[in-house]
């Protein structure tokens, strides 16, 4: 029983609920940059280098035979997947540089001077008491 009960004290720690949010954000981050690099930034960029599409992009190492496939080397894909790779971390980098920056601000923020002790304040009301 106390293995369950420990097990639901650190699952319902904040620290992991938002590592689960930011694993599901991420993936769904990830389908929007790969459809970015797929559908926007590849197509014309094939289109420069001679209408070639990345991911068509291979050696042919052994033809297969009887019907079988060739055997490639796909490193189109390759190139394809570094783009994605590329374009991703530096999102990240940007969105890490902005929250620093953020955290940053706050921090330099002043603090309130702290309220005088009680006995300074009672002093202070018997002098404002005496000028009256």
Do not use: H, W
């Not at 938002?18 to 197509?43: E, Q, R, T």
Request: charged content about 25%; some cysteine; glycine content about 8%.
């Amino acid at each position: 029983m106390g293995l369950m009960k420990d097990f639901k004290n650190f699952a319902m720690k904040g620290n992991v609920i938002d590592l689960a949010v930011a694993v599901i954000i991420g993936g769904a981050f990830g389908k929007i940059v790969s459809s970015l690099v797929n559908d926007v930034l590849m197509p014309p960029l094939g289109l420069l280098l001679g209408k070639v599409d990345f991911k068509d992009l291979k050696i042919i190492l052994q033809r297969g035979s009887d019907g079988a496939a060739d055997v490639t080397l796909n490193y189109g894909m390759f190139v394809q997947n570094t783009i994605d790779f590329l374009i991703i971390a530096f999102c990240i980098f940007l969105i890490i540089k902005g929250i620093s920056k953020l955290e940053r601000k706050k921090e330099e923020a002043p603090a309130p001077p702290p309220a005088p002790p009680r006995q300074e304040q009672l002093l202070e009301e018997i002098r404002d008491l005496l000028k009256k």
